[in-house]
């Protein structure tokens, strides 16, 4: 069938398998020359720096900075990789979700390069799956010969609900304010409309339930099970992701539900850290840069401001999508010539957080964009701002929009083909 993207109220319901196999295949090439030199499958392995990863896990490995980890680590350093995600399958008459296409790519491509991969579909925050994936650990590491023994879990997941092992209760995470109602400022994407967004204090019961699904309780669960099966690495590390943003967002985001919920993912990774360290391994959040998501285009303020963020930040030739950001994570942060053998040469801010979302944070890149968005009118802002970039990367995050594919072409979207 031909597909064409479908759009309703800045969620995109479908995907394009040839799409999401290209952009897959664009941030291996990436992860190839700017990690491992242009040196493909086992050779980059063979090259990495002493203390690179050998076996990962990614927690959340179909889309975004979880699958541009998995990438990274193994098209970078050659790492066999296991990857956990929760995706729809395409069929012969109806699109898979984007993920399960980057999914199904990711694996072809990684046998083609010689390296050991397997992806598992099923829910993360079950204990069945973390059983699976000890499962998995272990036989991928016997294939390879390697000690079952994981050194990198990257913990991505960005689910909206979760069921809770203990209770069996399912818990559903809402985007809101604490203590007051929001009003901002939106756009439509598609359109270019600007409209008021507005939003009502959530109450007790939500803020509780956000920090049950997006919160650090099943980023510990998973370390703990992987500690008791004996699947962890002496010196394993594992990193969770979260966002800060600037204070004109702080009131939805950081000062909201959101905000809490990644709160209580530092508290996590203090925890976790505890056990890692005593071993020669640690725990780290790391604070990445805005980008454009599935997620991001619905909550208010964030379309405004990252697309006006995306305008300066390529202007001043600062800016970074997915794959660039992981890379600078491991080149620059986990694996330095110091690092990479001793978690305390890592570097980290105050609170102990990793900061790649620091040039994003920069003094002259924030001054000007808040400028910049106190200007911005329906008249002005494809001048003003990056909005057509903004929609380019939402609708590539789903395939669509990608050089190179040929959108007028017959396509299976079973995903035979990937």
């Given at each position: 069938?031909?597909?064409?993207?479908?759009?309703?109220?800045?969620?995109?319901?479908?995907?394009?398998?040839?799409?999401?196999?290209?952009?897959?295949?664009?941030?291996?090439?990436?992860?190839?020359?700017?990690?491992?030199?242009?040196?493909?499958?086992?050779?980059?392995?063979?090259?990495?720096?002493?203390?690179?990863?050998?076996?990962?896990?990614?927690?959340?490995?179909?889309?975004?900075?979880?699958?541009?980890?998995r990438i990274a680590a193994a098209f970078?350093?050659?790492?066999?990789?296991?990857?956990?995600?929760?995706?729809?399958?395409?069929?012969?008459?109806?699109?898979?979700?984007?993920?399960?296409?980057?999914?199904?790519?990711?694996?072809?491509?990684?046998?083609?390069?010689?390296?050991?991969?397997?992806?598992?579909?099923?829910?993360?925050?079950?204990?069945?799956?973390?059983?699976?994936?000890?499962?998995?650990?272990?036989?991928?590491?016997?294939?390879?010969?390697?000690?079952?023994?994981?050194?990198?879990?990257?913990?991505?997941?960005?689910?909206?609900?979760?069921?809770?092992?203990?209770?069996?209760?399912?818990?559903?995470?809402?985007?809101?304010?604490?203590?007051?109602?929001?009003?901002?400022?939106?756009?439509?994407?598609?359109?270019?409309?600007?409209?008021?967004?507005?939003?009502?204090?959530?109450?007790?019961?939500?803020?509780?339930?956000?920090?049950?699904?997006?919160?650090?309780?099943?980023?510990?669960?998973?370390?703990?099970?992987?500690?008791?099966?004996?699947?962890?690495?002496?010196?394993?590390?594992?990193?969770?992701?979260?966002?800060?943003?600037?204070?004109?967002?702080?009131?939805?985001?950081?000062?909201?539900?959101?905000?809490?919920?990644?709160?209580?993912?530092?508290?996590?990774?203090?925890?976790?850290?505890?056990?890692?360290?005593?071993?020669?391994?640690?725990?780290?959040?790391?604070?990445?840069?805005?980008?454009?998501?599935?997620?991001?285009?619905?909550?208010?303020?964030?379309?405004?401001?990252?697309?006006?963020?995306?305008?300066?930040?390529?202007?001043?030739?600062?800016?970074?999508g997915c794959i660039e950001?992981?890379?600078?994570?491991?080149?620059?942060?986990?694996?330095?010539?110091?690092?990479?053998?001793?978690?305390?040469?890592?570097?980290?801010?105050?609170?102990?957080?990793?900061?790649?979302?620091?040039?994003?944070?920069?003094?002259?890149?924030?001054?000007?964009?808040?400028?910049?968005?106190?200007?911005?009118?329906?008249?002005?802002?494809?001048?003003?701002?990056?909005?057509?970039?903004?929609?380019?990367?939402?609708?590539?995050?789903?395939?669509?929009?990608?050089?190179?594919?040929?959108?007028?072409?017959?396509?299976?979207?079973?995903?035979?083909?990937?």
């Amino acid at each position: 069938m031909i597909i064409k993207p479908m759009v309703r109220n800045n969620i995109c319901i479908n995907s394009h398998p040839s799409g999401c196999a290209k952009t897959v295949k664009n941030c291996i090439d990436y992860a190839v020359k700017n990690i491992a030199g242009g040196k493909k499958g086992k050779e980059a392995g063979k090259a990495a720096p002493q203390g690179a990863p050998r076996l990962i896990l990614v927690i959340g490995c179909s889309t975004g900075y979880g699958l541009s980890s998995r990438i990274a680590a193994a098209f970078g350093y050659g790492a066999a990789s296991v990857g956990i995600s929760f995706e729809k399958p395409g069929s012969a008459t109806k699109p898979g979700t984007p993920g399960w296409y980057n999914n199904r790519c990711f694996d072809s491509e990684a046998k083609k390069a010689g390296l050991a991969s397997l992806t598992l579909d099923g829910d993360a925050f079950s204990d069945e799956i973390k059983e699976q994936a000890v499962k998995a650990l272990t036989e991928l590491a016997a294939k390879e010969g390697l000690k079952p023994q994981v050194d990198l879990i990257i913990y991505s997941l960005a689910s909206p609900v979760r069921t809770d092992p203990d209770d069996g209760v399912m818990y559903r995470s809402v985007i809101k304010p604490i203590g007051k109602n929001y009003s901002g400022l939106s756009v439509d994407m598609m359109s270019g409309k600007l409209g008021p967004a507005n939003a009502e204090p959530a109450s007790d019961e939500e803020i509780a339930h956000t920090i049950k699904v997006m919160g650090g309780e099943d980023w510990e669960r998973w370390i703990t099970a992987l500690d008791k099966a004996g699947v962890l690495a002496p010196n394993a590390r594992t990193v969770a992701y979260t966002y800060l943003g600037p204070e004109l967002s702080w009131a939805i985001y950081k000062n909201g539900t959101i905000g809490r919920a990644k709160a209580d993912l530092e508290r996590a990774a203090a925890a976790i850290n505890q056990i890692l360290k005593s071993r020669g391994g640690a725990a780290w959040v790391s604070v990445n840069k805005a980008l454009v998501t599935r997620a991001s285009a619905v909550i208010p303020i964030i379309p405004l401001y990252v697309s006006t963020l995306f305008k300066v930040m390529k202007e001043m030739g600062l800016h970074e999508g997915c794959i660039e950001q992981i890379t600078r994570l491991y080149k620059e942060r986990l694996y330095t010539e110091g690092a990479a053998l001793d978690p305390a040469k890592v570097p980290v801010d105050e609170a102990g957080r990793i900061r790649i979302d620091d040039w994003e944070m920069r003094e002259d890149v924030q001054k000007e964009t808040t400028k910049r968005m106190e200007s911005v009118t329906e008249e002005n802002i494809y001048e003003k701002t990056d909005l057509a970039g903004f929609k380019h990367d939402f609708l590539e995050a789903h395939g669509f929009d990608v050089a190179g594919v040929d959108y007028e072409a017959d396509v299976d979207p079973s995903g035979i083909d990937l």
